[in-house]
């Protein structure tokens, strides 16, 4: 039996960490419902009602009862936060109050349907991301999904039921969970539910019994949610026993571990490993020691296990037994698959001998031997491989050269040292196979040249034979360590440089903000890593090239075929792989949205395992971020609509006020004059046509601003800067506007004249004091004030009026907004003051809005500036 080793007693320093990250979080409980219907929000409120009662702070934050009464009565004293409204497309959908439930902070929160996608404008586009936000600020939350919605069972749901779920959780968000209860019903006793009533409406339930609700979509659905519940108990069971540093296996779920080296058994070793998995239904994991050797084969058996759905392990490690019992015992696998070994392969040997030896808490598979050994791919041609040889060669040679001519001063003993040095020198520098030849060949020379008798292989005295032997076997164990050592620095920095690669590409894909950002940096990386790089992408013509690099790439009909079988089975093709390998290029699928978007291509010169994971990595990476991308951008389309929305309900709502208002006043007096003119006191005959002259003017001034706007959106807009005497400008401005004759104007004298277009300018000036008079009582005072500020002016227009509610103060300068000033709001376009930004910033300046004034009695009225500031001349 094997000796516990120290450290064995020890916890693991990652579950330790995961614990304390524990600390200060709220409490996570799932109800895993395997269908809707089975009473998973009836149990969660039955489970609270205990904790009521046991004097637990329990609050209902939402609760979808989908109108079955029992659920609504099961409420029963629970306290429940009321609804958020949120405005929406003209409706008004009711959401979950985080807020709210932020600041009541109860102990134990009940927020039902974890999937729900959020109304827009709320400040998490998901229910799991609220639910995120209560745990890290210290609450409980007990919370309800159905199987169906785990992201990574979307395509599984909708292949056996025909209905594809849009609202989806991350995995990861159950891996939060802290407790799963598994909510379950047969599926005889769901229909009968189904059929009475308590689920769905008749007719709803009808439909839903021939579809969704089939007793063997049922059946399909229980035994994935039980599954599902399993793993997650076999994960917390892991943790445990890393927690508390129990050494395993502990037999309550089966693991199977496959053994992969460098040997014609690889690829029999993970098929015969995904058989006993699949029968065992249990988790394959393919785990291979590096060992600094560059092998075809275990690339190829690795490839084959992510194919078969597997995982894959790469440790580095001397002691490949302990490697292999150290993983094994940490990750609680029960079966160890190996291959038989041939005579020749002496490391695997002694491995099967060891496991066979120490692991006796775990079931261990031998593989046989194929019958016939797989082909091997072509070997690559390797350009240069003489140069090491003939290096040592001369090196060798000028050694000898330097011993003999000065041989009365150098001993031969020392002449052996010098001989096995430059060993050591060759195969740190050129491998393992150019430090054997130097040590052949050095012991030839040592032997020839320096010792008796010279200039013959034969040795005459007994000490240079033992000399020669021990020379012999040094240099050979020198050689093959130092070849070791190189190789093993060289797999080390490899691993260094695709780290490094990595994150920087993480780094650029971070600050991509757009889908040809994205693509073009992926083609980018690919190329850098290996030479070549495209990435195609989904169209309707099937896979289009988005980015290439060099631009000059292009693939040939056989290159084409494997991406698209890429494409289209979601494997990765090509050199290195076990589907198509004769064709150069390297293919790996890209996703978005739990489908192939688009295929990732590499030309690389050989494939190794570190290039394979790193070129997995890069594809895994594109894929996150395409699917952020089309996120970003989809989110963008839904705002430029809700905005598109928001701008032609303004414009409809302005068209039918500020034109039908005047047109209906111009009507009125256009027809009493028509039909009584002669009759009317002349009095009111001037009354009416000043009526209409009015209303005509305001329609013109209506029309006029509708222009400037469309101007500005066009970019039609030219402006001159020009050096303008402000004082005059703002004269001419208030001879412009009814209402604003009395305006105070206060100009310093290092203020008296700015940069900017006069036409513009005097228009912004005029818009300001319009919206002053429009909201300010009958003959209260408005004052101009400018004021030099470093390089720049400061106009300001100051009124006493009603002001601005501070949470209106950016969106006074949108289009077609009119601030609700007390309980009216004023008559006009909305269009002055956006007008007013627009022509500002087109002439390089900046316009705001303050209110209240803090010059005036806090019981007025208060006040509003609005500023703006241009270049000084």
Not at 734 to 747: C, L, M
């Amino acid at each position: 039996m094997e000796k516990s080793r120290p450290e064995d007693s020890r916890p693991d320093p990652d579950a330790l960490l995961a614990s304390l990250r524990q600390t200060g979080r709220g409490h996570l409980k799932i109800f895993l419902g395997a269908a809707p219907g089975v009473g998973k929000t009836w149990e969660m409120l039955a489970a609270a009602h205990d904790q009521l009662r046991k004097g637990v702070d329990v609050v209902a934050g939402l609760i979808e009862t989908h109108g079955r009464a029992g659920t609504a009565e099961k409420l029963g004293e629970v306290e429940l936060l009321p609804r958020l409204a949120v405005p929406y497309r003209g409706q008004v959908l009711v959401e979950f109050d985080l807020d709210a439930a932020l600041a009541r902070h109860p102990q134990l929160l009940l927020v039902d349907e974890l999937a729900h996608t959020n109304a827009p404008g709320l400040r998490h586009a998901k229910r799991w991301q609220d639910v995120q936000e209560l745990l890290e600020a210290g609450i409980n939350v007990w919370t309800t999904v159905n199987v169906q919605h785990l992201e990574s069972l979307n395509d599984q749901v909708a292949r056996i039921t025909g209905v594809r779920v849009t609202e989806t959780v991350p995995d990861t968000v159950l891996d939060l969970a802290d407790e799963i209860e598994l909510i379950d019903l047969p599926p005889g006793e769901l229909r009968t539910r189904l059929q009475e009533g308590h689920i769905y409406r008749p007719d709803v339930a009808r439909r839903a019994l021939e579809g969704f609700f089939r007793e063997g979509n049922l059946d399909a659905l229980r035994e994935i949610a039980l599954r599902r519940a399993a793993q997650r108990i076999d994960k917390d069971v892991v943790s445990y026993m890393r927690l508390s540093a129990i050494q395993g296996p502990w037999p309550v779920a089966e693991r199977v571990l496959a053994l992969v080296g460098p040997d014609e058994s690889a690829q029999n070793v993970v098929r015969h490993a995904a058989r006993l998995a699949d029968a065992l239904r249990a988790p394959l994991v393919a785990f291979t020691v590096e060992r600094g050797e560059d092998s075809s084969q275990v690339q190829a058996a690795l490839d084959l296990a992510v194919q078969l759905g597997g995982t894959v392990v790469t440790v580095n490690a001397r002691d490949l037994a302990r490697a292999v019992l150290d993983y094994a015992a940490a990750t609680n696998v029960t079966h160890i698959v190996m291959g038989r070994v041939a005579a020749r392969w002496r490391l695997r040997r002694r491995l099967t001998e060891a496991l066979g030896r120490q692991a006796t808490a775990f079931t261990l598979h031998l593989v046989p031997l194929p019958a016939a050994p797989p082909p091997r791919p072509p070997a690559p041609v390797r350009h240069g491989t003489l140069e090491p040889y003939l290096l040592a060669s001369v090196l060798l040679g000028v050694v000898t050269l330097i011993g003999y001519l000065g041989k009365d001063y150098i001993p031969q003993e020392a002449m052996g040292l010098i001989f096995t040095g430059l060993i050591a020198a060759m195969a740190s520098r050129s491998g393992r196979n150019a430090g054997l030849f130097t040590a052949a060949f050095g012991f030839l020379l040592w032997n020839f040249f320096f010792l008796p008798p010279l200039y013959t292989l034969s040795v005459s005295d007994p000490q240079d034979v033992v000399a020669l032997l021990v020379f012999l076997l040094v240099g050979l164990l020198t050689g093959q360590l130092a070849g070791r050592v190189r190789l093993e620095a060289a797999a080390a920095a490899a691993r260094v440089e695709a780290l490094r690669r990595i994150s920087t590409f993480s780094q650029r894909l971070s600050r991509a903000t757009t889908l040809s950002d994205v693509l073009r940096g992926a083609a980018e990386e690919a190329a850098a890593i290996t030479g070549a790089g495209i990435v195609l992408m989904q169209g309707t013509s099937g896979l289009e090239p988005e980015a290439c690099v060099p631009e000059t790439t292009r693939l040939d009909e056989a290159a084409a075929a494997a991406a698209e079988w890429c494409a289209v089975h979601d494997l990765e093709t090509g050199i290195g792989t076990s589907t198509l390998p004769s064709v150069p290029w390297r293919f790996l699928p890209l996703h978005a949205n739990g489908q192939v978007a688009g295929v990732l291509g590499a030309h690389p010169r050989g494939v190794s395992s570190p290039l394979a994971q790193t070129l997995a990595t890069l594809a895994g990476q594109t894929s996150m971020a395409i699917e952020r991308a089309q996120m970003t951008m989809q989110t963008a389309r839904a705002q430029a609509q809700e905005d598109s929305q928001k701008l032609r309900s303004a414009l409809l709502s302005s068209l039918s006020h500020d034109l039908r208002t005047p047109l209906t006043a111009i009507r009125g007096a256009a027809e009493t004059l028509e039909q009584s003119g002669e009759a009317l006191p002349p009095a009111t005959r001037a009354d009416l046509l000043a009526s209409i002259s009015q209303n005509t003017a305001r329609m013109a001034k209506f029309l006029s601003n509708i222009m400037d706007m469309a101007r500005v959106e066009a970019g039609g807009v030219t402006v001159r800067h020009e050096r303008l005497r402000l004082a005059d400008l703002v004269e001419a401005a208030i001879s412009r506007v009814p209402g604003a004759e009395y305006t105070g104007v206060n100009i310093t004298p290092d203020a008296s004249h700015v940069l900017a277009d006069p036409v513009l300018l005097e228009q912004v000036v005029v818009n300001i004091l319009e919206n002053a008079v429009k909201y300010s009582p009958p003959g209260s005072r408005i004052a101009v004030t400018a004021a030099r500020q470093a390089n720049k002016v400061r106009l300001a227009v100051a009124d006493e009026g009603v002001g601005i509610p501070a949470n209106e103060l950016e969106a006074v300068f949108d289009s077609f907004f009119r601030a609700t000033r007390g309980d009216r709001v004023a008559i006009g376009t909305g269009l002055g003051l956006a007008i007013a930004k627009a022509f500002t910033e087109a002439m390089n300046g900046r316009i705001s809005a303050q209110s209240p004034r803090l010059d005036l009695p806090a019981d007025g009225l208060p006040g509003t500036i609005i500023a703006v500031e241009l270049p000084a001349a």
